[in-house]
């Protein structure tokens, strides 16, 4: 396995690889091609994939708001999973964000998600009560 810092060209096999992990897209909102690429302009440097010959198999987006690191969008296929390669990834986004001066990480994780959980859980973060407030500029977002 191969991990390396996410390219712009690479959004397109980012959408294949959330399609396959199985996780929600937002087509008109925050995942469209034009979305991700302003989103890459700006934290793209915190845009780690890993790679298994050539093909990508997991990915992680980092960002971080100069307070906290945020650890979004980790994800593996399915073929790849319980082989190290998400705790791989997360700990090279904690490292490139400590880079830019971060000491805390932090991940948003929905109740059903129990496998991320476990997998927060194994990679040593406590689970911390917080109620999650948002707002929505349109419904699609
Ligand atoms: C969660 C996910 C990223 C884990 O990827 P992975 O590469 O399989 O994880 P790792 O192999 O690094 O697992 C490390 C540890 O986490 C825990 N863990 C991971 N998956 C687990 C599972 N299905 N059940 C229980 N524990 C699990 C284990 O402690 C594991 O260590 P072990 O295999 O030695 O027991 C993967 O299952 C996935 O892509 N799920 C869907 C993604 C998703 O919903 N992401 C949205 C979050 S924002």
Same mark, same amino acid.
């Given at each position: ?26 087509? @008109? =909102?925050?995942?469209?091609?034009? /979305? ?7 934290? !793209?440097?915190?845009?780690? +994939? #890993? ?16 307070? @906290? =690191?945020?650890?979004?969008?980790? /994800? ?7 082989? !190290?390669?998400?705790?791989? +990834? #997360? ?32 990679? !040593? ?17």
């Amino acid at each position: 396995m191969n991990i390396r810092r996410m390219q712009a060209e690479d959004i397109g096999a980012l959408l294949a690889l959330w399609r396959e992990a199985g996780l929600a897209i937002r087509p @008109k =909102g925050r995942d469209t091609v034009e /979305a991700l690429a302003r989103q890459f302009a700006s934290m !793209g440097r915190h845009w780690w +994939l #890993a790679e298994e010959d050539g093909k990508v198999i997991g990915a992680v987006m980092g960002t971080h708001d100069a307070r @906290k =690191g945020w650890i979004n969008r980790l /994800a593996v296929h399915p073929d790849y999973r319980r082989q !190290g390669v998400a705790s791989a +990834l #997360a700990a090279r986004v904690e490292e490139s964000l400590a880079e830019d001066g971060v000491e805390i990480f932090a991940a948003l994780i929905e109740d059903e998600n129990e496998t991320s959980c476990r997998l927060f859980e194994a990679l !040593g973060y406590e689970k911390y009560p917080v109620h999650y407030y948002r707002k929505k500029l349109h419904e699609g977002v």
